[in-house]
């Protein structure tokens, strides 16, 4: 079993925080991607307000060293089934190169992220 170098209490912390965040998705009435009731979704992102919890997020990921970093994105990518837990060392090798390509917000934009890492926790043996 490969080893974590980000300890399960801060994947834990940006699990609940990606919660938080989860919910701030566009509508999807009227773009012919839903079937039944097309009548007006309310998102998070109707209401007024700033978007700080999304901040609190980036900052969490620009506070992680490097290895934390990957292991991370890591986790995000084998929870979302582009890697199995078996192939952790090639999942680390893509996350490196994924981030070395980008700022820390990119890893904050997908509404599954927490269901990612839950996942991904999961077949590490450490349930969340």
Known sequence: MPELRISTAKVEEFIEAAREVAGKVAPTAGDRTTTGDD???VSVEDYPGDDARR???SDFITGLNIDEQVDLLALIIVGRGDFEIA???AAVREARARIARRDADFMIGDAALPEYL????????SRY
Do not use: V, Y
Not at 118 to 125: N, S
């Open 118 to 125: 839950g996942t991904a926790l999961d077949a590490f043996g």
């Open 55 to 57: 901040q609190e997020m």
């Open 87 to 89: 192939e952790w060392h």
């Open 39 to 41: 009548s007006k979704l």
